[in-house]
């Protein structure tokens, strides 16, 4: 069975050494997906000082800028949103964002809803507050 990396030319570069996602067989595994802008590092929802240290953020921007880049990944990579099985998410603070994380999600998960895992976390490798590791089927 063959293994095939995959880049995306509009989603956000990766922050390390891995790409954005990567097919083996029928199945597509993405790398974790965050908010963040492609070609700038501005993060959709959130304000940082001028450290770099996060002063606000607004968590249901965030939520739709991530959910949209991982669709940008997924159909880039020859599969699609209703192809999405399973989905992992990170979020930085369980007890204030997951209400507004959840209304997001259902809207955009409303037809598909692959199996879903919330976990929270102390943080992100960027000023993030949401991250998605997303499995998905190609056809």
């Known amino acids: 069975m063959t293994s095939k990396k995959i880049e995306s030319s509009k989603a956000p570069e990766p922050v390390g050494l891995y790409p954005h996602a990567?097919?083996?067989?029928?199945?597509?595994?993405?790398?974790?997906?965050?908010?963040?802008?492609?070609?700038?590092?501005k993060i959709p929802g959130v304000e940082l000082d001028e450290t770099g240290n996060i002063t606000s953020y607004d968590i249901?921007?965030?939520?739709?800028?991530?959910?949209?880049?991982?669709?940008?990944?997924?159909?880039?990579?020859?599969?699609?949103?209703?192809?999405?099985?399973?989905?992992?998410?990170?979020l930085t603070n369980m007890k204030d964002d997951f209400k507004i994380y959840n209304k997001v999600y259902a809207e955009f998960f409303a037809d598909n809803q692959p199996c879903r895992t919330t976990l929270e976390i102390n943080c992100l490798p960027t000023p993030i507050a949401i991250e998605?590791?997303?499995i998905a089927t190609i056809d």
């Open 22 to 41: 990567r097919q083996h067989g029928n199945l597509l595994f993405l790398s974790g997906v965050g908010p963040r802008e492609r070609g700038t590092k």
């Open 60 to 90: 249901e921007v965030q939520c739709r800028s991530v959910f949209n880049n991982v669709r940008t990944i997924v159909e880039e990579s020859g599969s699609s949103w209703d192809n999405i099985i399973d989905v992992t998410v990170f």
């Open 132 to 134: 998605l590791k997303v």
